[in-house]
């Protein structure tokens, strides 16, 4: 069995159940378990591959990535100016054009991305199948990659003839939805401990799915085990306000009425949820994808995030799609939630360690995982290294662990998924980033193109 040692950190943040951060810390990896954590010389001092980090670098947790749409990294910086209805309407017809090599090639640049952000497990919701595209591709693509991933089966099946938002062209019918969320659940799903890849089932959002595909989608995924449930539910004013006049539910009712409540959901955004469905969230262990960056970006407001937590709802990060962000910054998203909670002139509304645990701990609980976010024995092996000896830091060495919050951090140095180095010395490892960028861009460009 392969030995991983990783020593002489700068300080580990192991965000065990003593929240421990220990100077000097080292790691010892077995295969892709974490066998041992402590200081370096309570720890072997031998392994097959041992990295050094001299006092130089932080070692945390991988960060946990709970709502993106990968394939948006070819559409960045469209309709700039749009609140999120009209900016789906500028963009539906440009995805309409999506091919299988599209979406291979985006979830293939918008990983590593996320990987060199200091994200290790990551949940993606693709909800649209033009052409020849399948979740099949952005799997094979993330596979080859080499981040933990939960795949989600999204769906669209209300057009604009029905009263939905998107085009008649971009929506499927509800029983070939069923039948291939059947067939992906039962070819990839794998619910066992230190799993790479769980699937979620995921109808888009109240204006673009029935109820019916609601309840059934439900139904279906709790016949499996480990698989969950994922939409987006209060992202905006409109949103509500679709929710209240289609069906005479506010969002958190909607989710109720539904099925769609319980600590196997997660909801994305949740900005304008009310007080009586956060409460409903904690008593339920109802989960939230908090996606600040992209809400701003498109006007949406501010999630209420530090009412969430008081009421112990289970809250992670999401960077949502590279096209409403316009980056896949894991690390950068979770200053940006900090920083959002304390925007109501409340500087204490969150704190740096409360925003390193969303982005760890948080984002395993919203998950349904027990076996990341954390550095102890019996771990999986996620962990991520960042070089403090820089400018970027400078100053801020007195509290090292907040500053992975406060500061501004353009990359990790190391990366650590499942016990192999897929980010080395601040290089992915497992592609031929040029070539792939090269490809990524000659496609977005044709998509723009029309």
Same mark, same amino acid.
């Given at each position: 069995m392969a030995t991983l040692l990783?020593?002489?950190?700068?300080?580990?943040?192991?965000?065990?159940?003593?929240?421990?951060?220990?100077?000097?810390?080292? !790691?010892?990896?077995?295969?892709?378990?974490? @066998?041992? &954590?402590?200081?370096?010389?309570?720890?072997?001092?031998?392994?097959?591959?041992?990295?050094?980090?001299?006092?130089?670098?932080? &070692?945390?947790? %991988?960060?946990?990535?709970?709502?993106?749409?990968?394939?948006?990294?070819?559409?960045?910086?469209?309709?700039?100016?749009? @609140?999120?209805?009209?900016?789906?309407?500028?963009?539906?017809? !440009?995805?309409?054009?999506?091919?299988?090599e599209a979406i291979q090639v985006s979830t293939r640049v918008a990983c590593v991305e996320l990987m060199l952000s200091g994200c290790t497990t990551a949940s993606d919701h693709l909800y649209i199948f033009p052409n020849d595209c399948t979740l099949d591709d952005e799997i094979e693509a993330v596979q080859e990659i080499g981040i933990r991933f939960h795949a989600s089966r999204g769906?669209?099946?209300?057009?604009?003839?029905?009263?939905?938002?998107?085009?008649?062209?971009? &929506? @499927?019918?509800?029983?070939?939805?069923?039948?291939?969320?059947q067939r992906i659940i039962e070819t990839y799903h794998d619910n066992s401990r230190h799993s790479m890849l769980r699937i979620t089932l995921?109808?888009?959002s109240p204006f673009t799915v029935s109820l019916d595909l609601m309840r059934e989608s439900a139904?279906?995924?709790?016949?499996?085990?480990?698989?969950?449930?994922?939409?987006?539910?209060?992202?905006?004013?409109p949103d509500v306000a679709y929710s209240l006049e289609k069906f005479g539910l506010k969002p958190g009712d909607y989710a109720e009425e539904v099925g769609w409540v319980g600590d196997d959901v997660w909801h994305a955004h949740c900005v304008h949820l009310s007080d009586e469905a956060i409460a409903m969230f904690g008593r339920t262990g109802t989960g939230i994808a908090h996606c600040p960056t992209s809400n701003f970006r498109l006007g949406s407001g501010i999630a209420r995030i530090r009412m969430c937590l008081d009421h112990n709802v289970p809250v992670g990060l999401g960077v949502d799609g590279s096209a409403s962000?316009?980056?896949?910054?894991?690390?950068?998203?979770?200053?940006?939630?900090?920083?959002?909670?304390?925007a109501?002139?409340?500087?204490?509304?969150?704190?740096?360690?409360?925003?390193?645990?969303i982005?760890?701990?948080?984002?395993?609980?919203?998950?349904?995982?027990?076996?990341?976010?954390?550095?102890?024995? %019996?771990?999986?092996?996620?962990?991520?290294?960042?070089?403090?000896?820089?400018?970027?830091f400078a100053g801020a060495h007195h509290d090292i662990v907040a500053a992975l919050m406060f500061c501004t951090i353009p990359q990790v140095d190391y990366s650590i998924i499942n016990g192999r180095v897929v980010v080395r010395e601040g290089q992915p490892t497992t592609v031929d980033l040029p070539v792939l960028l090269e490809r990524h861009n000659a496609i977005s460009q044709n998509l723009m193109n029309g």
């Open positions: 990783v020593k002489n950190a700068h300080t580990l943040i192991t965000m065990d159940g003593d929240r421990r951060e220990i100077p000097g810390g080292a !790691i010892f990896v077995r295969d892709n378990v974490i @066998e041992q &954590v402590g200081t370096t010389g309570e720890l072997p001092d031998t392994a097959d591959e041992v990295i050094d980090h001299k006092g130089r670098q932080v &070692v945390l947790p %991988g960060l946990v990535n709970t709502h993106h749409h990968l394939y948006q990294s070819l559409t960045r910086v469209y309709a700039q100016n749009n @609140e999120l209805f009209e900016w789906l309407l500028e963009l539906y017809p !440009i995805w309409a054009n999506l091919t299988a769906s669209m099946s209300v057009g604009r003839s029905e009263g939905g938002l998107p085009p008649d062209s971009v &929506v @499927e019918k509800e029983p070939d939805i069923l039948k291939d969320s995921a109808p888009c139904e279906m995924a709790r016949s499996y085990p480990g698989v969950r449930l994922h939409t987006h539910l209060a992202e905006t004013a962000n316009d980056s896949g910054h894991l690390l950068a998203e979770a200053r940006m939630a900090m920083l959002a909670q304390r109501g002139q409340n500087p204490a509304g969150l704190t740096a360690r409360e925003a390193l645990e982005a760890t701990l948080g984002g395993a609980r919203v998950l349904g995982r027990d076996d990341i976010g954390a550095l102890a024995p %019996g771990m999986s092996a996620d962990f991520i290294a960042i070089n403090v000896d820089t400018p970027f």
